[in-house]
């Protein structure tokens, strides 16, 4: 929720760190009770990395996937493919060539394709989540040769989204998070910009969630 966003109806949205909020019904999913509501990020990353192993098809038992990065996507993205029953490899700098059915890469930072495309089989496909400022230099030709496929992918509708949800809610999977009071909003944000939390910070405005 931005700060000053619009909805369609022209009314404004009042961010993120509202106490309260007002919304069509069309844009809420049910929580269910196992999930505990610090688990709030599988709302974002959750369905940002789902939606896209489902979505392509890299959501079959037996498959081997690879994630690039780590991070609050990355973390969801091995979490959700193992749930599926695939077989996967996080990805740094290598891997065997040609030994991956699909990727999904999480990366946001100016990388290069190559060495990613060359990691997929006949068929694979290349993900991409992780959004880099600049434009990436595509090879068009190893794609052409064993009809390899990249593509892109955000979140998904709300259907997806429940769905999501539901599955997270079967498997016992949550993100890893910090949960943090608002005092500490600040500190929050200058660690994001270092990268500085594993995976994702959930903001406890109310201090409901506190356990002490």
């Excluded at 000053?4 to 993120?16: E, I, L």
């Excluded at 930072?109 to 060359?118: D, G, R, S």
Aim: net charge neutral.
């Amino acid at each position: 929720m931005t700060h000053n966003g619009v909805y369609t109806d022209g009314t404004p949205t009042y961010g993120g760190y509202s106490d309260i909020m007002v919304t069509n019904e069309h844009y809420v999913v049910h929580w269910p009770e196992n999930l505990p509501m610090e688990a709030a990020p599988l709302l974002c990353a959750g369905i940002t990395t789902y939606s896209p192993l489902r979505y392509f098809g890299l959501d079959k038992p037996g498959m081997h996937i690879g994630v690039v990065g780590l991070g609050g996507l990355g973390h969801m993205a091995v979490k959700f493919a193992k749930a599926f029953g695939t077989k996967v490899t996080v990805i740094s700098t290598s891997g065997a060539s040609g030994s991956l059915d699909g990727i999904i890469n999480t990366v946001s930072a100016i990388h290069t394709l190559l060495p990613l495309i060359n990691l997929l089989k006949t068929h694979g496909k290349l993900v991409m989540v992780g959004a880099p400022e600049k434009p990436l230099e595509l090879p068009v030709f190893p794609l052409l040769l064993r009809r390899k496929l990249v593509a892109g992918s955000a979140i998904g509708r709300m259907k997806e989204t429940q769905e999501m949800v539901d599955f997270a809610a079967k498997h016992n999977i949550t993100p890893d998070v910090e949960v943090v009071p608002m005092d500490y909003v600040n500190t929050a944000l200058e660690r994001l910009l270092k990268s500085d939390v594993k995976y994702r910070f959930v903001l406890d405005i109310g201090n409901t969630l506190n356990k002490n």
